[in-house]
């Protein structure tokens, strides 16, 4: 898990706004994953997605030039070891931070267990993660 006031000063993040029901006023700041961290989890993710490469796995997720398409994401889940999905989705969540209170939006601290509240809400932040550490933002 992350420290919110040990970030490296030039560290990157990508704000994602809790939009969705109950995660409605939160903010969740996505955090830049070191190189070393994300090259592993890269090399995970691909062996738990059953996918040819990591070239293959861009390849079906940039079909959609923007937002993925759902059958894309399950198509890709399809074959998954769920097991593996699942601690590599936990993992990710170790590089998010909370806003938690919009009336206090200058505190940041890590993510909760259990403290996003919407399975929408769940995708719109592991999305950003990919964003800031995969993709250009």
């Known amino acids: 898990m992350i420290d919110a006031h040990n970030l490296p000063e030039d560290t990157r993040t990508y704000a ?3 939009v969705h029901g109950r995660d409605a006023g ?3 700041h996505c955090v830049e994953i070191d ?3 994300l090259s592993g989890f890269v090399l995970r993710l691909v062996s738990a997605l059953r996918v040819e490469s990591y070239e293959a796995l861009l390849e079906q997720l940039n079909v959609a030039k923007g937002e993925v398409p759902i059958d894309t ?3 890709l889940l399809q ?3 769920p097991r593996a999905v699942h601690a590599l989705i936990s993992e990710l969540l170790d590089y998010v931070l909370i806003t938690p209170d ?3 939006p200058a505190v940041r601290r890590a993510l909760l267990e259990n403290e996003i509240r919407e399975i929408r809400t769940l995708g719109d932040v592991l999305m950003g993660v990919a964003k800031l550490n995969f993709g250009k933002v």
């Open 16 to 18: 994602v706004p809790g």
């Open 26 to 28: 939160k903010t969740f």
């Open 35 to 37: 190189p070393l961290t």
């Open 73 to 75: 994401i399950m198509k």
């Open 79 to 81: 074959g998954a070891d």
């Open 102 to 104: 919009p009336k206090h």
